[in-house]
């Protein structure tokens, strides 16, 4: 039996069990994600990763590969909807990328790059969230998160500590720490902790550490996000 399916146009090998999004990635080829990590179970939530597979929409992070499936993935049309959800997703935060310490290292301004997004088209939202600055050597700031869930997978499957949560849903859902007055401060999150290091935007930050790494030498200024995604990320 074949295990092998097609991929705009190119023949990709799958092992059993793998997803369309892991298989096309282990073969060189980017599709878009946000939420998807190679260390974590897949989420599913960011839909940056849609393709079409014999036709259907599907999220490739999610969807198993399976032999002689013809999947559509770099097209005008999935690419335009990449590219609303993009604008979404800078719409409904704070992303004032110039002033941001992620700048050049964040994943959801490295994707906006290379899928050419341009203005963001919609109203933006300007959330007012505090930021917690509780903890003596991590700051948070809210009104850049993109609900990943990364940190979350990160805080309960590697650290064995649980300490953010998604809370509410739609429009208010908004990601939250479990202590008891909310505050990190009052957690046992460590510097040294996975969830420390894995937000792909500049939420979770470690302190007294911005701007150290030049123009020009920052991760998605030496090689694209595609080049990029078929690296092991830090
Ligand atoms: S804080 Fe970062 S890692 Fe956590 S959900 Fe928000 S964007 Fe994702
Ligand atoms: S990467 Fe697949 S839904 Fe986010």
Known sequence: MSTSFTLDGNDVPFTPGETVLEAARNAGHYIPHLCWHPEFSPHGSCRLCTVKVNGRPGAACTLKAEPGQLVESDTE???GHRKTLLQMLFVEGNHFCPSCEKSGNCLLQATAYQMHMEGPHFEEFYPDRPVDASHPHILLDFNRCILCGLCVRASAEVDGKSIFAIAGNSLGAHLVVN?????LGDTDMALADRAASICPV??????????VIPIGER?????TVDQNGQQELP
Request: aromatic letters at 8%; charged letters at 35%.
């Open 77 to 79: 049309e999935l690419n």
């Open 179 to 183: 202590s008891e007055s909310g505050k």
């Open 202 to 211: 500049g939420v979770i930050l470690p302190k007294r550490r911005g701007f």
């Open 219 to 223: 991760r998605y200024d030496v090689a």
